[in-house]
């Protein structure tokens, strides 16, 4: 996604309390900025209505968030996650400062950011969960390395996530999905779920939260496949 360049874009991100200016302050330290929040989920775990009691909290990010409907959405209905979304393009982000500045929430931050630098924001298994909605497809093959399902990708993603940590990836795009399956296969990933039409999947659509794309390809009749992906790691 790429829109006319917005004027004022990155002085619009230079005054948002939700934009983390210099990624690498995240890194080993977003728990503090969560607590800083004013949320008390630092502290001794705390239960939530009808919930397993949370011995710390979470860390979900998105990576290429577009404008941001999907995390704005996740972050009300699970106010004990913290949540990070990265995009590349300060023209897409403004969007979902809009719809923050809007809609305030505490456990959201932004970062302008390239999925490349993932291993400079966060540190070594401290992301619990990682977010691929729609990812460009790059269709031609010698774009293959830039696909974010791809392995040059998944080596990244194994280094910051948790040792239970996931992988979900939705698409309506069924060449890029077989791609992501046969390059997670590749290189040891394990399928803890997988549909083609998550939208008729009674099961994995439960709790479904739409993107921007999704609400767009699934109104055009488009299916859309998701899978939840795994490593398994040495105790
Ligand atoms: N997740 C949103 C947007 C999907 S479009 C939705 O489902 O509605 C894909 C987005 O990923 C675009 O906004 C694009 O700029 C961003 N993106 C692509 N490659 C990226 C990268 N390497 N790092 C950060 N963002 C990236």
Redesign the pocket.
Known sequence: ??LRNIPGAEEILNASEYVVKDPATLRGAWRSLFAAQGDTATGPARKTDGAEPLERPQLHI??????G??IHRMSALHPDVMYVG????SS?LVKAISKLTADPRDNVKLIC????TLAEIFAPGEVDRIYL????PWPKARHAK?R?PGRTFLALYDRVLSPDGRLEF?TDNRELFDFALEEAAAVGWQTEALTYDLHRDEALCLGNVM????EKFSRKGNPICKYIIYRNVEP
């Open positions: 996604m790429r998105e990576i290429g968030m577009g404008k409907g999907f990265l995009e590349q393009y897409v950011g390239d999925a490349k909605n729609f990812s460009d830039r974010l939705k993107t921007e794309y999704e």
